[in-house]
């Protein structure tokens, strides 16, 4: 297969690109001002050209090659901290049945887990799961992801059992070092799930006897494992409903053993972000995650993970500032790795207005885990916030190449559009983001501010009368009303709704001092008054 872009014109590469960003053909036409034909004949000789079977495979070896060139633009890792580094590859399913591909995620998740509980240096799973995306080659895995070994399994559903093949290779030769197949009972997986982590632990480490440490939810635990790795499967998709799913699997994990630390941290995490879309019962799912994260402090006080959730709901659902801030320290100090909580503690200081922590910890976020879709789209957002607009755009264009339909992603490129003026691409955002998900509030408002900024007020108006007649508006929609009345520059109006906001407790008001749609507002009478309400440091 040719794999060589330098062969495609330059419109073709244009093209691509927007391909790859999951345009259709109708808007990349409106976006470059050609008709859909002309795109669709540009499609075809790429596909062409490429030789490929169709536009998915075009933008694959695009992504791909893309991703490349960005970890080969940073410092490789140097050979004593990559001595032992193992990449194990997220487990591929034979069959695509959702409870296969379950089995097939927790597998490799729970693998996973055991290795690094006994002190084994692996590549974090959203690192592993974009390597896969991309397809990147041995030689880039071990040179900058920092790889020793690459592990990777399959599993073949059967009537009663899973058969898991591992293979492990060498990352410099690419030569298998070791294989097996073991058989995996469904109803009772874990010890045949343990003696494939012992065997990996024995060949990387060369050690007789590993001491493979329980989990703590205990190995008979069995329908509580079930649902954990349930919730964790659900959770990683990051959709709404695949949250509300997620957050059921946590409390069932939960309901068997309530002694379980990570069931309850991950509830935490899922409630929390429910929470966060707007869309939801925010007290309910904010009381949920407070007391799933207190819970999982008091199970196990020594776990970096139950701190971070803690210290991420004393931000967005608490707005204790001081008391998060406090966690956040807590859980670096327990592992200094851990880059989830590297990426929320950034966000804190970019709430409370410490700009240098901020893009500090979001760059130190994105060096422990230098591929993960999330570091990406917040580091765009610290960018967005401070002006940086085009390293915003450059790294949300990496998390939506990897992703084309991450939420926030799109989001926070349609609002460094629209703060650049090019309306066109930011609508062209905001309309994807609606498709996909539904007319909301919280997208309907975003809109409305794309459109405000863009002059169109009569379209802006119909948004805001869109937003008060779904159901629940006066619960969820004021924050999102004022986002249109911001664009179009009815600073008055915008204040009005932001008090009745401020009863609501909107995550995304957090960002008041700065976010460039709030300092819209900063020279109003009333921004500071919203400020001390917020309760921002001065």
């Not at 795109?39 to 495979?57: C, F, G, Q, W, Y």
């Not at 695009?62 to 080969?72: E, F, G, N, V």
């Not at 960018?383 to 607009?389: F, N, P, V």
């Not at 108006?461 to 969820?476: G, W």
Request: proline residues 3%; glycine residues 6%; aromatic residues 8%.
């Amino acid at each position: 297969m040719t794999q060589n872009l330098g062969q495609l014109t330059a419109r073709q590469s244009e093209i691509l690109e927007l391909v790859a960003k999951g345009f259709t053909n109708i808007e990349i036409g409106e976006l470059l001002e050609l008709s859909a034909g002309t795109v669709k004949v540009h499609v075809s000789a790429i596909i062409d050209r490429l030789d490929v079977t169709n536009r998915t495979e075009a933008a694959t070896i695009w992504l791909r090659q893309r991703l490349s060139a960005y970890i080969t633009s940073k410092p490789a890792r140097t050979v004593a901290q990559s001595k032992d580094l193992v990449c194990v590859l997220p487990f591929t399913s034979q069959d695509s049945a959702e409870d296969n591909e379950s089995f097939s995620y927790r597998a490799w998740a729970d693998i996973c887990d055991t290795l690094k509980k006994n002190d084994l240096p692996i590549v974090d799973g959203q690192t592993a799961g974009a390597i896969v995306q991309a397809g990147l080659s041995n030689d880039l895995i071990r040179e900058n992801i920092g790889a020793a070994f690459i592990v990777k399994g399959t599993v073949d559903a059967r009537a009663s059992e899973n058969i898991v093949s591992i293979d492990c290779s060498d990352a410099k030769s690419g030569q298998s070092l070791f294989s097996s197949i073991y058989k995996v009972d469904g109803k009772a997986p874990d010890i045949a799930l343990l003696d494939i982590a012992i065997d990996l632990l024995k060949y990387v480490r060369g050690v007789d006897d590993p001491g493979v440490h329980e989990r703590n939810a205990g190995e008979h635990e069995k329908e509580s494992l079930e649902e954990y790795w349930r919730g964790r499967y659900n959770f990683s998709k990051r959709t709404p409903q695949s949250l509300f799913k997620s957050c059921e699997h946590y409390q069932a994990a939960i309901n068997h053993n309530a002694e379980f630390t990570d069931a309850y941290v991950g509830l935490a995490n899922a409630a929390h972000q429910v929470g966060y879309y707007g869309e939801a019962a925010q007290g309910f799912f904010y009381d949920m995650g407070r007391k799933a994260a207190a819970r999982a402090v008091v199970l196990d006080a020594h776990s970096a993970p139950a701190h971070g959730a803690l210290a991420y709901s004393q931000l967005v659902a608490d707005w204790d500032f001081a008391a998060s801030e406090k966690s956040f320290e807590r859980a670096r100090h327990l592992d200094p790795d851990y880059d989830e909580a590297l990426m929320w503690y950034s966000l804190h200081s970019m709430v409370v207005g410490n700009k240098e922590k901020t893009r500090a910890l979001a760059e130190e976020g994105l060096s422990k885990n230098p591929m993960a879709i999330p570091h990406f789209v917040h580091i765009g957002h610290v960018a967005r916030s401070q002006g940086r607009y085009g390293d915003a755009i450059e790294h949300l264009n990496i998390a939506v190449e990897m992703e084309p339909g991450h939420i926030r992603a799109n989001i926070w490129l349609a609002l460094t559009h629209a703060d650049l003026g090019d309306f066109a691409v930011a609508k062209k955002y905001c309309d994807r983001m609606l498709a996909a998900n539904g007319r909301v509030s919280a997208l309907l408002g975003i809109s409305g501010y794309v459109v405000g900024l863009s002059g169109d007020k009569m379209r802006c108006e119909k948004l805001v009368a869109e937003i008060q007649s779904l159901p629940n508006a006066e619960k969820f929609a004021a924050l999102y009303i004022a986002f249109c009345y911001i664009g179009a520059d009815e600073f008055d109006h915008a204040m009005d709704w932001i008090r009745k906001a401020l009863d609501q407790r909107p995550p995304l008001l957090l960002g008041w001092r700065c976010d460039p749609i709030f300092l819209r507002l900063r020279k109003h009478d009333a921004y500071d008054e919203i400020s001390d309400a917020i309760g921002l440091p001065a």
